[in-house]
């Protein structure tokens, strides 16, 4: 298996933040989520992939080349979509278009065209006058444009309506049908990655927490609910994090078969969501795992 992209070690440190010598890679063909509470690091990582910020230490390569000494000939081979766009507000975004199209050797214009259509969006608009939404679609329209390979995004549904949002998962998810493309994306709608993504990585603080697949992921792991005295001391150390309420209690357990064993009969075991992992994991990071 083929990797498109492969971080090993990457270290960012800032005054009061430190990206901890994390490392993933990221398979081609595959959808990877990448998520993580406020403030993870994730943002960070996607602008040293990108090489818009100096890493202190590691290596990145993407399709097994350096993402810095190599970077004018990758960069035809990713799309982007950042919160920030690097675009030019007063530019009309037909202007702004044309503006970047001759820097992408394979800029389709049709499905350029497509897109704009599709997105609603109206081309003689000038940027500055776009809505938060909008100005995501275009991003993305243009991220689309031009046969990447790669599609590295941060946080692309976000301020998205749920329809266009339903639309880009579906497009992404066409995407890699083709089994040389390949999708990285951070978000914090979780339920975005429970529908398509094949692998999910997981940061808190600037650590990797989490990197697996999300099947194996959400297999692995079980919401356990029951009776408060069902909680003893032998079992809790199963828990990755446990609510207890007057009723009873409901934890996130990282060994489904183990739990069962365990508990028996007495508890219920259901299949936890993107979702439930992440808020367990981000309160067990956070010195949290037993709420009363
Ligand atoms: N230029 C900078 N100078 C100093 N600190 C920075 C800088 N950029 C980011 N940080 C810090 O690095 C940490 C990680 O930020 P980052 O934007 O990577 O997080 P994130 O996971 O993308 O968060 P969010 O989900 O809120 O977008 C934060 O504590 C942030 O304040």
Same mark, same amino acid.
């Given at each position: 298996?083929?990797?498109?992209?492969?971080?090993?070690?990457?270290?960012? !440190?800032? +005054?009061?933040?430190?990206?901890?010598?994390?490392?993933?890679?990221?398979? !081609?063909?595959?959808?990877?989520?990448?998520?993580?509470?406020?403030?993870?690091?994730?943002?960070?990582?996607?602008?040293?992939?990108?090489?818009?910020?100096?890493?202190?230490?590691? @290596?990145?390569?993407?399709? %097994?080349?350096?993402?810095? +000494?190599?970077?004018?000939?990758?960069?035809?081979?990713?799309?982007?979509?950042? *919160?920030? %766009?690097?675009?030019?507000?007063?530019?009309?975004?037909?202007?702004?278009?044309?503006?970047?199209?001759?820097?992408?050797?394979?800029?389709?214009?049709?499905?350029?065209?497509?897109?704009?259509?599709?997105?609603? #969006?109206? !081309?003689?608009? +000038?940027?500055?006058?776009?809505?938060?939404?909008?100005?995501?679609?275009?991003?993305?329209?243009?991220?689309?444009?031009?046969?990447?390979?790669?599609?590295?995004?941060?946080?692309?549904?976000?301020?998205?309506?749920?329809?266009?949002?339903?639309?880009?998962? !579906?497009?992404?998810?066409?995407?890699?049908?083709?089994?040389?493309?390949?999708?990285?994306?951070?978000?914090?709608?979780?339920?975005?990655? *429970?529908?398509?993504?094949?692998?999910?990585?997981?940061?808190? *603080?600037? +650590?990797?927490?989490?990197?697996?697949?999300?099947?194996?992921?959400?297999?692995?792991?079980?919401?356990?609910?029951?009776? =408060?005295?069902?909680?003893?001391?032998? @079992?809790?150390?199963?828990? @990755?994090?446990?609510?207890?309420?007057?009723? %009873?209690?409901?934890? #996130?357990?990282?060994?489904? =078969?183990?739990?069962?064993?365990?508990?028996?009969?007495?508890?219920?075991?259901?299949?936890?969501?993107?979702? *439930?992992?992440?808020?367990?994991?981000?309160?067990?990071?956070?010195?949290?795992?037993?709420?009363?």
């Amino acid at each position: 298996m083929s990797h498109a992209l492969e971080v090993r070690g990457l270290k960012k !440190e800032y +005054k009061s933040f430190c990206l901890d010598s994390i490392s993933f890679s990221l398979e !081609e063909g595959t959808i990877m989520g990448f998520i993580g509470p406020n403030g993870a690091g994730k943002t960070t990582t996607i602008k040293a992939i990108l090489n818009q910020i100096q890493r202190d230490a590691g @290596v990145i390569t993407l399709w %097994g080349k350096d993402n810095i +000494k190599d970077e004018v000939e990758l960069k035809n081979r990713i799309g982007v979509v950042q *919160d920030e %766009g690097h675009f030019y507000g007063h530019l009309t975004l037909r202007a702004m278009k044309n503006m970047l199209r001759p820097f992408y050797k394979n800029w389709n214009e049709k499905t350029y065209g497509d897109f704009i259509r599709e997105f609603g #969006l109206d !081309e003689r608009k +000038k940027i500055s006058e776009l809505s938060k939404g909008m100005r995501m679609k275009y991003s993305i329209a243009l991220a689309l444009s031009h046969e990447a390979d790669l599609l590295i995004m941060d946080e692309p549904t976000s301020g998205l309506d749920p329809l266009v949002r339903e639309e880009l998962l !579906e497009l992404l998810q066409r995407m890699i049908q083709d089994e040389h493309k390949s999708v990285f994306f951070s978000t914090h709608i979780t339920s975005d990655l *429970d529908k398509i993504a094949d692998y999910i990585v997981f940061l808190s *603080d600037g +650590k990797l927490v989490l990197n697996e697949q999300k099947d194996e992921l959400l297999d692995r792991h079980a919401i356990v609910k029951g009776p =408060a005295e069902l909680l003893s001391e032998t @079992v809790r150390p199963y828990f @990755v994090g446990v609510k207890q309420s007057g009723y %009873g209690f409901e934890g #996130l357990a990282g060994d489904r =078969a183990a739990i069962r064993r365990a508990l028996g009969s007495g508890a219920v075991f259901e299949r936890p969501t993107v979702e *439930d992992i992440m808020l367990y994991y981000t309160r067990k990071e956070n010195g949290h795992a037993i709420l009363n």
